[in-house]
C-alpha cells in the first residue's frame, strides 16, 4: 500500500536501538557499545571478523574457518499488489548466499535444506499471504503511522522460524525485520547456530511499527495473529523461537490456555507446541515452539547470566534441529 509518513517519536528498544539517538552519543557511550557488541559476539561463539567462503555441500561436516555474515535477504512481494502498494513495498529477493560461520575452532554439522515441494491443499504461498495481508489492511484499525510494512523475510522452506512482536524504527525505514541493534545481536546468535538469516525466516506477530515502539495491544495482536499464523503454515518450519512475551504469547494462545498469566521466565527454556486454529484448512498442523528473550531484553539486561540463558534456549534448538556441535 501507498507509503505513510514517519512520526516524529523517538526510537525506544525492540527491532531498533534502545540507546539514545545515535548522533547524541558521547565517546563513553560509543565506546560502551563497542565493548557489548565485541562480549556478545564472544558469547555466542563469534570472535573474529568474517570474510566470504565458498559454499559447502549441504549436511556435511567441515572445519568451519572465518567466512562472512550473509547478506539477508529481501522479503518477497505478491505479483499481484496494486501498483501504489508496489511502490512501498516491492523489494527483489537476491540470491540465497552461503550460510555463515561460527567461531573457527567449532566443527558444525548443518541440516540440509528441506526438499520444496508443493504447498498442501488449502495453504497459500508466502506472496499470497501477503498480498491479503495487504488487501484487508487490518492496521489501519489501529491508527498508526507508519513508512513500510514489515512482512517478514528469509528462506521459505525454513526449518527454523524465529518471531518476534512488530517492527522498531530501523525496521519501518528499511520494510525489513531485525535489523536495528536488536536485530544486530540476533544476527550473532544465528550465525552462532551456524546458520545464517537467508536460511532461516524472520517475523512478526505486528507488521507495522506501533508509536514509540509501543508493546502490541491484546486487541492489535488479536487482528494480527491469522496472518502470523498463515505465514507458518506456508513454511511449515521444523520449529519456532519465539522472542519476548508478547509473540509467544500469540503463538502458544493456540495451545496453552494460562498463557496470558505465565511470565517470560516461566515459559522459556520449555518445548511447547503451536496448532493452527483453523484445522478445517490445514489439517492438524502442530510445529514444536521454543520461547526464549528477545534480543532487545537482552541488551537492556545486558549479563552473562542472560547471554548464558539465551543461548542455553538456542543450544535445544540446534539439538532438535539435529544440529551437531562441539
Not at 545515535?22 to 570474510?51: C, M, W, Y
Not at 523489494?91 to 520444496?116: D, G
Request: charged residues 20%.
Amino acid at each position: 500500500m501507498a507509503a505513510r509518513t514517519m512520526a516524529t517519536t523517538p526510537s525506544t528498544s525492540r527491532g531498533g536501538d534502545d540507546a539514545p539517538a545515535r548522533a547524541n552519543l558521547t565517546p563513553a557511550q560509543i565506546t560502551k557499545l563497542i565493548r557489548q557488541d565485541a562480549e556478545t559476539s564472544k558469547h555466542f561463539g563469534v570472535d573474529f571478523v568474517p570474510r566470504r567462503r565458498a559454499v559447502t555441500p549441504r549436511g556435511a561436516t567441515t572445519q568451519i574457518e572465518p567466512k562472512p555474515v550473509a547478506a539477508p535477504v529481501a522479503a518477497p512481494v505478491a505479483a499481484h499488489i496494486s501498483p501504489a502498494r508496489a511502490v512501498a513495498a516491492a523489494r527483489v529477493a537476491e540470491p540465497a548466499t552461503p550460510h555463515a560461520a561460527p567461531a573457527p575452532h567449532l566443527t558444525v554439522t548443518v541440516p540440509p535444506l528441506r526438499e520444496r515441494t508443493l504447498a498442501p491443499v488449502g495453504t497459500e504461498t508466502l506472496e499470497q499471504v501477503r498480498a491479503r495481508y495487504e488487501a484487508d489492511a487490518i492496521h489501519e484499525a489501529f491508527g498508526f503511522t507508519f513508512t513500510n510494512i514489515v512482512f517478514g523475510e528469509g528462506d521459505p522452506a525454513a526449518q527454523l522460524m524465529f518471531i518476534g512482536e512488530a517492527p522498531g524504527e530501523d525496521e519501518d525505514l528499511s520494510g525489513r525485520p531485525f535489523v536495528g541493534r536488536a536485530g544486530q545481536l540476533l544476527e550473532k546468535m544465528i550465525v552462532a547456530m551456524g546458520l545464517s538469516r537467508s536460511r532461516v525466516y524472520i517475523a512478526n506477530v505486528l507488521k507495522v511499527r506501533p508509536p514509540n515502539n509501543a508493546t502490541p495491544t491484546p486487541e492489535q495482536s488479536r487482528l494480527s495473529a491469522p496472518y502470523l499464523f498463515d505465514q507458518i503454515a506456508a513454511i511449515r518450519p521444523k520449529c519456532i523461537v519465539t522472542l519476548g512475551l508478547p509473540a509467544t504469547k500469540a503463538i502458544l494462545g493456540t495451545t496453552v490456555p494460562d498463557v496470558d498469566s505465565r511470565t517470560m521466565a516461566s515459559l522459556r527454556s520449555t518445548w511447547a507446541t503451536f496448532k493452527h486454529p483453523d484445522a478445517a484448512l490445514h489439517g492438524e498442523m502442530t510445529v514444536d515452539v521454543m520461547p526464549t528473550y528477545h534480543p532487545a531484553y537482552v541488551l537492556r539486561n545486558y549479563s552473562e547470566e542472560t547471554r548464558a540463558k539465551v543461548w542455553s534456549d538456542l543450544q535445544q534448538v540446534m539439538t532438535h534441529l539435529g544440529m551437531a556441535k562441539k
